[in-house]
């Protein structure tokens, strides 16, 4: 097994949904969503790793509910 490297440009084309706990979505439309730890700080790039055996992002750093929806926001 190994490591997939993922790395899309999103040209300002980036779409995210998040499903809160209490069932609340939110949603973001353009830029790549900050300090959540899926892409560069520039806004137009998806980039990750994924463990191919175990199906796990590498250097996944939790991220809490309010971080996400602050980062959809600010896009």
Same mark, same amino acid.
């Given at each position: 097994m190994g490591i997939l490297t993922i790395? $899309?440009?999103c040209s300002d084309l980036c779409y995210t949904s998040f499903t809160g706990k209490d %069932?609340?979505? *939110?949603?973001s439309d353009g830029y790549v969503p900050e300090n959540i730890g899926i %892409? +560069? #700080?520039? %806004? +137009?790039?998806?980039?990750?790793?994924?463990d191919t055996k175990t199906g796990q992002i590498q250097n996944w750093k939790p991220v #809490? +509910? $309010?971080?996400?929806i602050a980062a959809q926001?600010? *896009?």
């Open positions: 790395c $899309a440009k %069932g609340k979505i *939110t949603e %892409g +560069d #700080s520039y %806004g +137009d790039y998806v980039e990750m790793e994924i #809490s +509910d $309010a971080n996400v926001r600010k *896009t």
